[in-house]
């Protein structure tokens, strides 16, 4: 078995991290396998990781120019010549490469993924949504298999036009090995913030950008600090995008009255060692498909606190609290329920949601799916 993983970008996010995973899962459980990394631009700041794990990485440096049909071109010829067993393609620019090569003849048998489930033009700019369109209209003669990283992702494709024979759904899953309860972590890094054992921390792990709400979340803050200024809490805020270095960020949570109360540590190269040290799990998404951070959190054995976009009510059962996205006041009320439990109730609710996770939402069983799913297909290759 010989995987080609297509994708367009390996910059660190959600679908490039579960490509990493899931290709060193798969090294391991499958080690006569080979698999190889193929880039639509250029490689990008996880490429390092992919080598270091065995998988070879090439880019083909595709850019918006003249140039690009030739780039495909090349690209389709370059898949014409492997010897690949299956051809995984990461995402909708992924998908149209794909679509090309089987335009150009090229059989192998094609997997797709469809992680977002907010399809709104607001999220997609105009060229994404036109490629939607496509890989929707071929979804039912190209790829052999369509996975779905949520039952949501998988409505909302339908709902456009999606109609392949094969859908499984496929969530992400969570290496609970790496992420887990971790009373070290906990203690040191509470301590690199100056917080108190006694205080409550809520979390959120995200980049700043319209679609994850940091706006509502900040505004539900500013509601439970003026209407319950007792309660003593802070929010930590961790991505790319939240920092208070940010004049204009700063000034967002100044406005608010939030001074002293948002600490902004920055982005998390190892969020294993962050997400125990708090109390509190929130995320104020407004569209997600399978939302890792959230999984991850529970992982780590944190009560949460979550808008309910994708599969995050699926996912969080009755081990947490689920509010409506931007719904600043219902976030509000249930940050202050979560900040005024007691600390039994709060460990209570994060060992329900650290067995959810252990139960339903383990990264080994995505990847032996995925094997699973890439054998039936060399079976059906080779079938008279």
């Not at 120019?65 to 010829?77: E, H, K, M, N």
């Not at 906990?186 to 995200?206: C, I, K, P, Q």
Request: glycine share 10%; aromatic share 6%; proline share 5%.
């Amino acid at each position: 078995m010989h995987i080609v993983h297509l994708i367009g970008t390996l910059e660190r996010g959600g679908a490039e991290l579960f490509l990493l995973r899931l290709c060193r899962g798969l090294s391991r459980l499958e080690p006569s396998w080979t698999q190889a990394v193929w880039v639509l631009g250029a490689r990008g700041s996880l490429a390092d990781d992919f080598v270091a794990a065995g998988i070879p990485v090439r880019a083909f440096g595709l850019t918006k120019s003249p140039l690009a049909a030739w780039t495909i071109g090349r690209l389709v010829g370059a898949l014409a010549s492997s010897r690949a067993s299956v051809l995984q393609t990461w995402m909708y620019h992924a998908d149209a490469v794909g679509i090309a090569a089987r335009l150009a003849g090229v059989r192998i048998p094609q997997v797709w993924t469809l992680r977002q489930s907010n399809l709104a033009p607001d999220v997609n700019r105009i060229d994404t949504r036109a490629i939607i369109k496509a890989c929707a209209l071929a979804s039912s003669r190209v790829p052999a298999v369509v996975v779905a990283g949520s039952a949501a992702a998988l409505d909302a494709h339908r709902a456009i036009g999606y109609r392949a024979a094969r859908t499984p759904i496929i969530h992400n899953g969570v290496d609970t090995d790496r992420f887990r309860p971790d009373a070290g972590h906990r203690a040191a890094t509470r301590r690199a913030w100056g917080v108190t054992g006694d205080t409550r921390v809520f979390g959120y792990l995200a980049r700043v950008s319209p679609v994850k709400g940091h706006d509502v979340l900040l505004d539900a803050a500013a509601r439970l600090a003026t209407t319950q200024p007792a309660l003593d809490w802070r929010l930590v805020l961790v991505g790319q995008g939240a920092s208070l270095d940010d004049p204009a960020f700063a000034a967002d949570v100044a406005r608010r009255g939030l001074a002293g109360r948002v600490l902004t540590p920055g982005p998390a190269s190892a969020p294993e060692t962050v997400l125990p040290a708090f109390d509190i799990a929130v995320s104020s998404s407004r569209g997600e498909g399978f939302p890792n951070g959230v999984a991850e959190a529970m992982a780590c054995g944190l009560a949460v606190v979550a808008t309910d976009v994708g599969d995050t009510r699926l996912l969080v059962g009755d081990s947490g609290s689920i509010v409506a996205p931007g719904d600043v006041a219902g976030l509000a009320e249930a940050m202050r329920e979560a900040a005024s439990a007691g600390t039994a109730v709060l460990r209570a609710r994060g060992e329900a949601a650290l067995a959810r996770v252990q139960q339903h939402f383990r990264e080994i069983d995505a990847v032996r799916a995925y094997a699973g799913l890439y054998r039936s297909l060399q079976t059906e290759a080779h079938q008279p």
